[in-house]
């Protein structure tokens, strides 16, 4: 998207550059990672960059409405529903599709958004190492607002541990040794200062919370909370510890946001960086141009349940209706130059919310294969996580 930049990456570009930028992050902390990297970053010039900019600031001025309020009040399954429930999510991520159009422009197209937090220390990792093992242009930048690795870290930081003892916070998942997410956790971990605990292993003692490390007991004041609450139920989770409970500990990240702001949200958005989406049990009449939409479960992560060639018979077989969405396909475009055919992108733009929402960093998926996870790029090169520099 920068063409000068991207044809000096690619004449510069080496493998023996590429093996030690992952070697560095795979031993640079606890955990090595366990998903693709790209081989490159995304350089966005600076009209997509005010694009996706822009296109942030009407989604959350949309997300602050009275209006947006009420229909997100039917998003929490009742079943789900955790007490003490903050007025705003802590984290915010909005995924947008790299799209142009017929005069060559570039314009961004919200393909999925989060009440829910994402890599934000790995990240910052990850442009650490870009930096180490490849040119980038000093005049570019991951992080926005004018922050840098140490205030990034530093907001981080403030909101995460606020005033309490690290020792105090802690980052909970279920079974997070065996995430594929692991290595944000130990990146968490080394520059928040936070431990990462398994939820099962959590001590309840009344309102109390509290875990043990080292033969030493340790109360917890704070939860920056990792996980998804709908999986307890589908992995059969077993704990002490309910997330319905009212228990004498602050939530970073409140688990009913998960729901709020989510696929959930996409039918309620309407503005030129939202693709038509409807619930399904809103249609009187199927498409016909069925084969123009993608099918979505409104409560999945990472792909799990989309349906991106569909037929009315998959639509037929569905029951809970109102559990998906469908949601009008775009083109990404082909953007990304590589050795071996072009890569489309995806660029999440990633926001905190303390006392209004702060657009910090970015993360960015590379595919050349019809969706973006990396689980389906198997075999591929320079696709993957990524990350995106701006002027």
Known sequence: MVPELRKKFNAEFTDKAYRAF??????????????????????????????????GDLILATLQSKEFTSHASTAVPPAWNVPRETAHPAFLQLDFAICQNDSGEFFPQLIELQGFPSLYCYQAAHDAATRHNFRVPSEYGSYFGGLTFETYLGVLRNLIVGARDPSSVVLLEVDPERQKTRIDFACTEKMLGIPTLDLVKIIKKGRKLSYERDGKEFPIERIYNRVIVDDLEKKKVQSSFKFTDDMDAEWVGHPNWFYRISKHTLPFLKNKYVPPCMFLDDLRSLPDDLGEYVLKP?????????????????????????????????????????????????????YVWETRPLLVNNLVRMSKGKMMGVAFNKDKTWVGSSIAYHP
């Open 298 to 350: 409104l409560y999945s992560f990472a792909g799990s349940g989309v349906k991106v060639d569909l037929t009315r018979a998959d639509l037929d077989a569905i029951s809970d209706r109102h559990s998906y969405i469908l949601q009008k396909k775009v083109t990404y475009a082909p953007l990304v130059q590589t050795p071996d055919g072009y890569a489309m992108a995806e660029v999440r733009m990633m």
């Open 22 to 55: 992952v070697q560095e992050l795979d031993t640079t902390y606890r955990y090595p990672l366990d998903f693709r990297v790209s081989e490159t970053p995304l350089f966005l010039s600076e009209e997509i960059t005010r694009e996706l900019v822009s296109a």
